[in-house]
């Protein structure tokens, strides 16, 4: 009975030592282990970094003289990478991303490489220390700055206009290897090739650089059509010979009257007049002594109620039968010039236009995306020719 007993305890023993002895992946040996190690990085490199990291044991530094590193992969393939002499309480790892991933066998989509471990021996126990380790990227978009004392968010935009220039925000960086240059492409369409010799070059010779912008102009719809792409590739290379690509998509699309607002006319109240580009209801001595202001009139007749357009103001008004949300300025401008490239100076009996008809604007003192601009009537009110007013809701880019 009592070697049943000892023979029990032994196998208990040796159970307990199996476990202290080999950890499982992913568990810290803690308070077990009678060394501490320490390291300088928390395990992210760029894809162009090398990789370097430095070891220290903080406790006990005697008990340790070597330790051997190995390359883990996701699905718990586990290989010697090397091994590390301890001096001095430090020991150094000078690997790459291609050893770690030969080491790792890392050769099929299903796998990734997810970490090391540090394997060592102390009083006569052997320890290992999971190290998980990532891959970023060495670009970053858009960047947040102080300006006169506010910060400000510099942002790419993902969407862009014929005929305009937008701005590109990046920053690039590394952990601990230099930049030796930042190559920039542009092309317009999927099926077209970036060029062989860069738009830019930017010499960096350092391990960052910081709130870089570039400018690029959006050609007119001869050249580049409404919801086609651009874009806009960035190739860095470090002075390992590692390079990195990022490609950013950027759409054209129609340039939306996103401005929405609403006004009235009225005659009792003599606001008969109004001036979109001021955004103000004009009176009749206004209207009298500045005709060129007057985009559109409140014009009341013993039977009607229209709208016109001063000969001065040179504004145009064409009775659409678009969705008044869906009208964009490339739509009412082809619609425009559709019918010849003019519209009427005015549009007579209204009352049947109310929450029917989008009534399309070309706004004779603006250009640019700013000229075309759509409205419809809300409201007509009117009890008699003195007492008749009218609501609109617009859609600009004023």
């Known amino acids: 009975m009592k070697n049943i007993s000892n023979k029990l305890f032994l196998m208990v023993l040796a159970s307990l030592l199996l476990l202290t002895s080999c950890e499982k992946h992913g568990e810290d040996p803690g308070a077990e282990a009678?060394?501490?190690?320490?390291?300088d990085n928390d395990g992210e490199w760029t894809s162009i970094d090398d990789i370097q990291l430095t070891v220290t044991v903080a406790v006990n530094q005697e008990l340790l003289s070597e330790l051997d590193v190995e390359a883990v992969s996701s699905n718990g393939y586990t290989n010697l990478l090397e091994t590390l002499s301890i001096s001095g309480g430090q020991a150094t790892l000078n690997t790459t991303w291609a050893e770690l991933n030969e080491t790792a066998k890392i050769n099929a989509s299903d796998k990734s490489l997810s970490g090391l471990h540090f394997v060592g021996t102390a009083d006569g126990v052997t320890f290992r220390w999971p190290f998980a380790i990532s891959q970023s990227t060495p670009f970053s978009l858009d960047f947040k700055k102080s300006v006169n004392g506010e910060d400000v968010e510099f942002v790419t935009p993902s969407e862009v206009f014929n005929d305009s220039v937008f701005n590109v925000y990046y920053e690039v960086a590394t952990v601990n290897t230099t930049i030796t240059t930042v190559e920039v492409f542009s092309k317009i369409g999927n099926a077209s090739d970036y060029n062989s010799t860069p738009d830019t070059t930017v010499t960096v010779n350092a391990n960052s650089l910081n709130e870089q912008e570039l400018d690029f102009t959006v050609p007119d719809e001869s050249t580049i059509a409404l919801d086609t792409n651009m874009f806009v590739r960035f190739v860095i290379t470090a002075e390992n010979g590692l390079t990195h690509e990022e490609e950013l998509t950027i759409q054209n699309v129609a340039i939306g009257l996103d401005y929405v607002s609403s006004f009235g006319l009225s005659v009792a109240q003599d606001e008969i007049g109004y001036d979109f580009s001021a955004a103000s209801a004009l009176n009749d001595s206004i209207v009298?002594?500045?005709?060129?202001?007057?985009?559109?009139?409140?014009?009341?007749e013993s039977n009607a109620t229209n709208i016109a357009a001063t000969a001065e103001s040179n504004t145009e008004l064409l009775v659409s039968d678009q969705v008044f949300g869906n009208v964009t300025y490339q739509s009412a401008r082809d619609e425009f010039d559709d019918n010849g490239g003019t519209g009427v100076t005015q549009i007579d009996d209204i009352a049947n236009l109310a929450n029917n008809k989008a009534i399309l604007v070309k706004i004779g003192d603006q250009t640019g995306s700013s000229q075309y601009a759509v409205m419809i009537i809300t409201a007509i009110n009117r009890i008699d020719d003195s007492t008749v007013s009218v609501d609109f809701s617009l859609r600009s880019r004023l």
């Open 34 to 39: 009678p060394v501490k190690l320490e390291f």
């Open 288 to 300: 009298n002594a500045d005709p060129d202001k007057v985009d559109i009139l409140l014009d009341v």
